[in-house]
Each structure stands twice: as structure tokens, then as C-alpha cells.
């Protein structure tokens, strides 16, 4: 790949994101957004849960002779769920959480999205929250995950001095 692309690294996120199922085959989220969802009433109503990607840190670094470059990018994953029923929200969150983790240890390269050689989570990363939004509280699940990408410069001479 001659070039960045950060945008299809967060589409596939969210692409894995949206297929993501439980050991039983239902659906973990009932929406899935790059970025903010500014209605989230509606998609966590009845036991539903739904997740925001958020792009965070960002590095471009020259890596090697000849023009390769590595991009390491990290990315905020937010599940929420409604505290209509806290010990409802509280085990379901737990649930979101586990299902979410999998495809994470599974999928390191996401697919070559955006030329992505490695995914994981950062160490020390997640955290269960509680946020206000849209007038209601919520339960929340963040996650950092990390990407590491290369491309390469193919103008000649790749590198300019």
C-alpha cells in the first residue's frame, strides 16, 4: 500500500464490531458508529447494548530504508447499555464486555484493513464507567485497542532528502 488509510482501519473496527455475536448467536450490539451516536436512547432500550469507536492516539514514524513507514493508532471502544435496571445492566455489561474482547485476540491483522499487521489491546486499558447521556445514565465498557500499520513511499526516490 503506497499510502495511510486510518479510515478504513476504523470501518473495519466497526465492521467487526457490528457482526459480533454471543456464544448463542444473538447480536451483542444493537448499534455500532464511528463516533458519537447522538440519540442513544433508542439503541439501548430493552437490554440492548450499543458501541462507539473513537480514534485516539495517533504516530507515523519512519520505520526502515527504502520508505517504509508505520503508523501505530489507537482506538477508544465504548459499549454501553441502559441503567434502566442496574443489576440488569450491570451482568449485561459483563456479557458485552467478553464478547467484545475475542475478536481482538483473534483477528490480530483486521482483516489488512488499511494495511493493519497487528491489533491488540493495550494492557491496562479497559474499565467499566458510568456516563450521563441524552438525560439518562448509563453503564459503560472502555476499551483501548491498538493498531500498527505499514505503507510504503513509491514516489522515486521514495525518501527526499
Keep these: ?3 495511510p488509510n486510518t479510515l478504513a482501519v ?3 473496527i466497526v465492521g467487526y464490531m457490528q457482526a459480533l455475536t454471543y456464544s ?3 447480536q451483542v450490539y444493537k448499534a455500532v458508529t464511528l463516533s458519537e451516536q ?3 436512547t433508542d ?6 447494548a450499543s458501541l462507539e469507536v473513537y480514534a485516539n492516539l495517533d504516530d507515523s514514524q519512519h520505520f526502515a530504508f527504502n520508505g517504509k513507514i508505520r503508523d501505530t493508532q489507537s482506538w477508544f471502544l465504548l459499549s454501553l447499555v441502559s441503567l434502566d435496571d442496574a443489576q440488569a445492566a450491570e451482568a449485561l455489561i459483563y456479557q458485552v464486555r467478553d464478547a467484545l474482547i475475542q475478536p481482538f485476540q483473534e483477528h490480530a491483522t483486521l ?3 488499511g ?3 497487528d491489533s491488540k489491546i493495550k494492557p491496562n486499558s479497559a474499565k467499566f464507567l458510568k456516563i450521563f447521556r441524552n438525560g439518562q445514565w448509563l453503564r459503560g465498557h472502555l476499551i483501548e485497542i491498538q493498531t500498527i500499520s505499514e ?3 513509491t514516489t522515486p526516490p521514495g525518501v527526499i532528502s
Excluded at 439503541?43 to 440492548?48: R, S, T
Design 1 to 3: 500500500m503506497s499510502g
Design 10 to 12: 476504523g470501518q473495519a
Design 24 to 26: 448463542g448467536g444473538a
Design 38 to 40: 447522538k440519540d442513544i
Design 43 to 48: 439503541n439501548v432500550a430493552g437490554g440492548a
Design 111 to 113: 482483516g489488512n484493513a
Design 115 to 117: 494495511n493493519v499487521f
Design 151 to 153: 505503507w510504503f513511499i
